[in-house]
Nanobody, 119 residues
Framework: DVQLQASGGGLVQPGGSLRLSCATS????????IAWFRQTPGKEREGVAC????????YYADTVKGRFTVSRNNPENTAALQMDSLKPDDTAVYYC????????????WGQGTQVTVSS
């Protein structure tokens, strides 16, 4: 079975940092781009960051550029999202998802992890 499990969320003060992890299994990780999305009630889901299958190409939403860093470890089938200088607007449930390289559609989704930025 395909599994993607996001973890590492929690409560952090504004200006703080969190590192999210995405553990995967059940598919050929090296063939898939991995992306992070976030969603809050009443808002559309937002693509936050994406890393290509080899790890060489990355994409960031303007709202997180310069503060978040996406990475992956292909031998361990994991991905990570390092979030620094967090703001209250970053509060959301964060999800990781996998896209077969080049298609632009996301084939597999994990359960989310809650990130709350508040003083």
């Amino acid at each position: 079975d395909v599994q993607l499990q996001a973890s590492g969320g929690g409560l952090v003060q504004p200006g703080g940092s969190l590192r999210l992890s995405c553990a995967t299994s059940g598919f050929i990780f090296d063939d898939y781009a991995i992306a992070w999305f976030r969603q809050t009630p009443g808002k559309e889901r937002e693509g936050v960051a994406c890393v290509g299958s080899s790890g060489e190409r990355t994409y960031y939403a303007d709202t997180v550029k310069g503060r978040f860093t996406v990475s992956r470890n292909n031998p361990e089938n994991t991905a990570a999202l390092q979030m620094d200088s967090l703001k209250p607007d970053d509060t959301a449930v964060y999800y990781c998802a996998a896209s077969f390289s080049g298609t632009g559609a996301f084939d597999y989704w994990g359960q989310g992890t809650q990130v709350t930025v508040s003083s």
